[in-house]
């Protein structure tokens, strides 16, 4: 990837549905992202909920969070900081915004069937909550033209998909140039 600004960091926005496996994976990556791309923050949507005290699910308060992500992520890339953000935000409006105001831009799509995140879902979360849950009773705007895309299917540990974003992120950074 040339980045279209060499004074800014890079985004590595990392979105999916729930219990995708998007934290998981982007930890493994970290490193590797450090290691070619310099200074990197990882954090995800949880993080910043607990942080900012954001605590409601419901369709409104989900688009108010996605700016708050996304003023975040500007303010810590303008710094020349690349930062690695994990979250839901399944919102064509809110990726537009970061393609149209972020200089350096990958999103990654870590797809997952929903049946099969509940089936496979080790945190429980699809049991614990019952309302506000995107995929379910909140549409999801999924990603048409994501960047790199990582295929979930609970079929490979989170290892090997941790190296095919790996791999898929060396192509795309090549392929770019």
Partial sequence: MKKKNKNKGILFFVTGL????KTKISNKVSKYIIKEFGPTITISGDQVRKLMNLHTYDLKSRKANLAYYQKF????TDQNINLLMNVVSLYKDGRAWNKNN???YIE????????KII????????K??????????I???LPTKPDIIVENNFDKTINELADELRLKLKRFVNWAK
């Fill in 119 to 126: 089936k496979f879902n080790k945190k429980l979360l699809y």
């Fill in 102 to 104: 972020i200089d350096n």
């Fill in 108 to 115: 990654i799509y870590i797809k997952a069937d929903i049946q």
């Fill in 73 to 76: 992520s500007k303010l810590i």
């Fill in 139 to 141: 549409k999801a705007d």
């Fill in 128 to 137: 614990k909550v019952k309302t506000n849950i995107i995929g379910l009773d």
């Fill in 18 to 21: 729930s219990g995708s496996g």
